[in-house]
């Protein structure tokens, strides 16, 4: 017999009302319901508050609104409603999109089959306004069923992740997250990391990730949405946002990579060797991985803003160190990137010459 999955949804919202009501619907419509729906609301001056009290009236699981006494932004304010949550796994809720009502019934499989999974992330479709299909959109791309191990995958595969196709452990958020960045000592990256990359990165530290091939979301596409996840999945768009990427991107990435790496180091000290023994030990893991992932980053960076003598030898520094070669924990770039940065460096000698 299957475990029964306490799996609470955290919500954000600020100025929703276009679109909530669906979103609210489509809740109330799970085959499997959540423990509970848990809404932090942003300073709201439309009628969002209003449909949310509505729909606790008659929901049938739990609804708790909380009304921020300033605004906290988008990101943190997604992370306030996951802190306020109870259940053992959370799923971050996007006012606007549309859940289909097998997404609970089938994550809570995933998990009991998965028990030891920190996160589980599914494919979301695009869709307009009027939640009608736009193309052959998909966000995340996911074509089979993926077991990752911690610190495997791609060297940023925090990146990969968006929040409204993300169910995390709580223990993850509530033990790792808010032990080091809501203590007295404040990291950089405590503020300019987003609500889905936070977890992305602990997830990959510190257990396995599952990859969901199911379409278990609609993900709205509109001139108000404040993120642009999935806008555009044409293979011409990606092909020119890859190549429109370059040092301040790697750098900037970089930089998230080494301060994580100062995050995890902090938290060594803050764990209790006795109890969590394995927890320090994958700490201490991360923080080698992510810095080493930061240091190749900025290598990578080089290529893009030097001249041609410095980006050769930025480019063979990679090379010899493996850095595009997929290995067992994960540093490789990959042969996409290969193919860039080869472009790039002759590109740039061509551009040099001009």
Same mark, same amino acid.
């Given at each position: ?46 009628? &969002?508050?209003?449909?949310? %009290? ?8 739990? $609804? ?31 006012? *606007? ?10 994550? =809570? ?6 028990? *030891? ?5 599914? $494919? ?21 069923? /993926?077991? #990752?191990?911690?610190? &495997? ?38 503020? &300019? ?26 993900? #709205? ?5 404040? %993120?642009?996840?999935?806008? *555009? %999945? ?5 092909? #020119? &946002? ?19 790496? *100062? ?7 803050? $764990? ?19 810095? /080493? ?29 493996? =850095? ?31």
């Amino acid at each position: 017999m299957e475990n029964d999955v306490k799996i609470s949804i955290a919500m954000a919202t600020f100025n929703g009302g276009q679109f909530i009501q669906e979103q609210l619907n489509s809740l109330a419509k799970q085959k499997k319901f959540p423990d509970e729906l848990v809404v932090c609301d942003d300073g709201s001056t439309d009628e &969002t508050l209003d449909i949310l %009290t509505n729909f606790s009236k008659k929901s049938p699981f739990v $609804v708790r609104i909380y009304k921020n006494e300033k605004r906290l932004g988008h990101h943190k304010n997604f992370l306030k409603a996951a802190s306020l949550c109870e259940g053992d796994w959370i799923a971050y809720c996007d006012q *606007d999109d549309f859940w289909l009502n097998k997404k609970i019934e089938t994550i =809570a499989s995933i998990i009991n089959e998965f028990p *030891d999974s920190n996160l589980v992330v599914h $494919v979301a479709r695009i869709v307009d306004e009027e939640l009608n299909f736009v193309g052959q959109k998909f966000w995340p791309r996911i074509k089979r069923l /993926t077991v #990752r191990e911690p610190l &495997t995958g791609s060297c940023v595969s925090f990146l990969r992740n968006s929040g409204h196709a993300c169910i995390f452990k709580a223990q993850l958020f509530k033990e790792l997250y808010q032990k080091a960045c809501c203590s007295n000592r404040r990291f950089p990256i405590c503020d &300019t990391v987003s609500h889905d990359f936070w977890i992305s990165l602990l997830a990959h530290t510190f257990g396995k990730v599952i990859y969901v091939p199911n379409v278990l979301v609609f993900h #709205r596409r509109h001139t108000k949405s404040l %993120t642009r996840s999935g806008s *555009d %999945t044409r293979f011409g768009y990606s092909a #020119r &946002t890859a190549f429109g990427i370059g040092a301040s991107t790697y750098r900037a990435q970089s930089s998230i990579c080494i301060d994580y790496a *100062d995050f995890l180091d902090y938290l060594v000290s803050k $764990v209790e060797q006795k109890e969590h023994n394995l927890l320090k030990e994958q700490a201490i893991k991360g923080k080698h991985y992510y810095q /080493t992932i930061g240091q190749i980053l900025e290598q990578r960076a080089t290529i893009y803003d030097h001249q041609f003598v410095q980006r050769v030898i930025a480019f063979g520094k990679l090379i010899l160190s493996g =850095a595009y070669i997929p290995d067992p924990i994960g540093y490789g770039l990959g042969i996409k990137a290969f193919a860039k940065d080869f472009t790039r460096t002759l590109i740039g000698a061509y551009l040099d010459k001009k």
